[in-house]
């Protein structure tokens, strides 16, 4: 069985069985979806709603599950259909900015499931792993925003 990446794993000799795997991998993909739809729900345009997005998984990363990183405990074909779900709200997100003209329309969910995905996955050997993670966001955030804004704020 493929281990639990460590910032899921929880305490006990237990942690990699399967029961206990499954449950912190269920546990972890609902606090993600869970995340998506609050901040799709805010209603705010497609920048600050992605930028909200980048603070608050940064902020949470040791509870969250997102596509790329592997589900030990579950069906490959439960891990699929998890990953989708997670993938379809981010690309809701996406096309509100593009729709409202606050992000670049050449950016593409995959893009941002890719970095969000790197981020929240951590390097915890790292000391300042927090801040440099938020720094990364904060340029990827800068890099698809449409004009001349000062208003990026959640970091």
Do not use: N, W
Not at 58 to 83: C, H, Q
Not at 85 to 105: M, P
Not at 109 to 115: D, I, T
């Amino acid at each position: 069985m493929t281990r639990l990446p460590p910032r899921l794993v929880p305490d006990g000799p237990d942690a990699d069985a399967a029961p206990a795997a499954q449950g912190v991998m269920v546990r972890a993909y609902g606090e993600t979806i869970s995340l998506l739809d609050h901040i799709a729900g805010l209603e705010l345009d497609g920048i600050v709603g992605l930028e909200s997005l980048f603070a608050e998984a940064i902020d949470r990363r040791e509870s969250l599950m997102l596509p790329g990183f592997g589900a030990p405990g579950l069906p490959p074909t439960e891990v699929a259909r998890l990953d989708d779900e997670i993938r379809r709200r981010i690309d809701l997100l996406v096309a509100r900015g593009r729709h409202d003209g606050t992000v670049d329309k050449t950016l593409r969910g995959v893009e941002v499931v890719v970095c969000l995905s790197l981020l929240v996955q951590g390097l915890p050997e790292y000391d300042d792993y927090d801040a440099a993670a938020q720094a990364l966001a904060l340029r990827f955030v800068e890099s698809i925003t449409i004009g001349a804004r000062s208003r990026l704020s959640a970091f």
